[in-house]
């Protein structure tokens, strides 16, 4: 549901692909671990798909897309990750994580804007041009949920700081 949001979709598109996605994994799956949903890294291509193209677009491109995942797993090109260099997938982390971190400063200021260009630059901008409408009791619960999951993990790491703050 957080892709689909931070991609301009309805949360149901979302809700939707998990269900699907959980069943097929469950009936085609062949390890105890997978993975069932885009990561974040896909927010931008996500959001760019299904500007240009649609939703129909969207699940046009994900049919394809598994299709050449099949044939890339057929012809074993999987192998061929050793190859790439550990500052290339580190780099790569931090800009899913910059990405992550600038699709949730919508919510985090309480901001009102109805649609969000995906890409960085323009993200920025519009972000900037909107700080006058922020909501400081958005702010508020943000950072009191914020220091929450981390005292959380701090003082009682068994216990999973998000589901304390989604309780209170």
């Known amino acids: 549901m957080a892709i689909a949001i931070a991609s301009n979709l309805p949360p149901q598109r979302g809700l939707f692909i998990a269900i699907v996605a959980g ?9 105890r671990f997978q993975i069932g949903e885009p990561t974040a890294a896909f927010i931008v291509t996500v959001a760019l798909v299904a500007m240009k193209h649609g939703y129909e677009g969207l699940v046009l491109s994900t049919i394809m897309a598994g299709i050449l995942l099949i044939i890339l797993s057929f012809a074993r090109a999987g192998e061929l990750i050793k190859f790439i260099p550990y500052p290339v997938i580190t780099g ?7 990405l992550i971190v600038f699709s949730q400063l919508k919510d985090f200021f309480g901001l009102s804007i109805a649609s969000m260009p995906p890409d960085f630059i323009h993200k920025l901008t ?12 958005s702010v ?7 220091v ?3 005292l959380v993990k701090k003082y009682y790491p068994r216990i999973p700081g998000p589901i304390v703050v989604v309780v209170f």
């Open 148 to 150: 929450t999951i981390l």
């Open 126 to 137: 519009v972000y900037l041009q909107h700080l006058d409408q922020t909501n400081y009791f």
């Open 92 to 98: 790569f982390t931090s800009g899913i994580a910059l």
């Open 23 to 31: 069943f097929l994994i469950s009936v085609l799956g062949g390890s």
């Open 140 to 146: 508020l619960v943000a950072t009191i949920s914020i």
